[in-house]
């Protein structure tokens, strides 16, 4: 169970969950919690805003989006956020386990 706030919830699909189990798993609990803070953040600053967005990707991308500074997907070459978002593409494509 999620926490809603002001109608705004971590989306409740298999493809949040799985997201949110490789992020719990790969992240240490206190960047979880601050990538969680984030989707809540820009979810509820959109929602002022009247702007319409898709809760999923959102979600994704706020979770993801410090990935990179976990050692198991930080690279040489590239800073911690482009390192995040491979982290996204690569768990996104490609099933678990794989």
Not at 64 to 89: I, K, Q, V, W, Y
Request: aromatic content about 8%.
């Amino acid at each position: 169970m999620s926490l809603i706030v002001e109608g705004v919830a971590i989306p409740d699909s298999k493809l949040a969950l799985e997201i949110t189990e490789v992020v719990r798993d790969t992240e240490t609990p206190l960047l979880f919690h601050h990538s969680s803070r984030v989707y809540y953040f820009g979810a509820l600053a959109g929602k002022h805003r009247g702007l319409k967005f898709d809760p999923e990707l959102l979600y994704a991308g706020a979770v993801f989006h410090d990935m990179g500074l976990m050692p198991r997907h930080s690279g040489l070459n590239e800073r911690f956020e482009a390192d995040g978002a491979n982290a996204a593409r690569d768990s996104c494509v490609r099933p678990r386990g794989i």
